[in-house]
């Protein structure tokens, strides 16, 4: 996965919810720890290949997924 994002959550509840949604959906996600230079509360995010974000994003308004961030690596 050369080019991904990590989407960032407030609370572990709101991590596990996105984790169950992504699978309902057939989205291939991973769920990994926080990287040191990301700072956030949560401590956990969604890891995810950066051709399905807009996907991704749109299921978690859909279903009231709050994230926090979503962060994009190449």
Do not use: A, H, W
Not at 55 to 64: L, P
């Amino acid at each position: 996965m050369n080019n991904y994002c990590l989407m960032t959550f407030k609370s572990i509840t709101f991590v596990m919810q996105f984790e169950k949604l992504m699978k309902t959906n057939n989205m291939e996600v991973k769920i990994i720890p926080v990287p040191r230079s990301i700072s956030t509360s949560c401590g956990m995010c969604g890891k995810f290949d950066m051709s399905i974000k807009n996907n991704i994003m749109k299921i978690c308004r859909n279903n009231n997924v709050n994230y926090d961030n979503v962060y994009e690596y190449n």
